[in-house]
């Protein structure tokens, strides 16, 4: 049941990213290019996302477990580290460079296209050379070594 | 490409993007960030029994969704992208090892971290949208790319 509710609401966000134009990279970097021919589009978009995501935290706030009886896996973390600063500097360093974040680009597979495609599987090397490393680090056999 | 501010567009698609995010922590008890569910439905050998499965529907549900999108409104946005292969190895790496490293994306950090008021989505927010627009600057405005 969980799992068909997630693929329903990943289904309704591929909705929402395609209807509000973020799967056009051209939109994207056009609201990051304040200088240039802005588009302020994204704004709205995060705003709209932020209001109602907003209103879906405060009512988890007030229950006990989720829905489908869960308990709710929300971080907990507050420390600002290193590791939080630059992978978001090196992430928007990259979504400047080609205008896609990571729901755009699998939304985008929907479109298909080589440079999708050479995209896509660049971020998930990218992704899963960096888990391996640190799956690597944090494994029994690599402390043992 | 130049494109038209489309604002009634753009709030109702954020509208659906929050409403996903919402339904997904009040009937799942999970944060709908792209790159944490990416990264850990892919790659994360040690998930509880039935978190890969819900992971890899809600990815595969993207690009349905947006298929289903184009199905009902034939592209109405449009799309461009740099046909560069370098610019698409560099950006994709970039994208998918900084989302790791930084634990989020503009989904978990800029909408459901800042929505919960999260310091951490917020710094790393305001971090990856100040790198981007310098990097479009640059490119644009400095190198004088398209």
Known sequence: MRTLVAGLLGTLFGVGLAVSGMTNPAKVLNFLDIAGVWDPTLALVMGGAFAVSAVGYAVSERSARAWLGDVFAIPTRRDLDASLLGGAALFGLGWGLVGLCPGPALANLARGGTEIWIFVVALLAGAGAYRFVIAGRASPLAERA | ?146
């Open chain 2, 1 to 146: 490409m130049e494109t038209a501010f489309t604002p009634l567009a753009g709030l109702t698609g954020g509208i659906m993007i929050g409403l996903a995010s919402a339904l997904l922590l009040l009937a799942n008890g999970r944060i709908a960030g792209i790159s944490g569910i990416l990264g850990r439905g892919f790659f994360d050998r040690a998930q509880a029994p039935g978190e890969r499965p819900w992971r890899l529907a809600f990815l595969a549900g993207l690009p349905l969704g947006a298929w289903l999108s184009m199905l009902a409104t034939g592209d109405a946005m449009g799309f461009a992208i740099t046909p560069s292969p370098a610019l698409l190895v560099a950006g994709g790496l970039l994208v998918g090892v900084g989302t790791q490293l930084g634990s989020g994306c503009t989904s978990g950090h800029g909408v459901c971290g800042m929505a919960r008021g999260s310091r951490r989505s917020i710094v790393a927010t305001a971090t990856f949208m100040a790198t981007a627009a310098l990097t479009v600057f640059v490119a644009r405005h400095v190198l004088g790319a398209a």
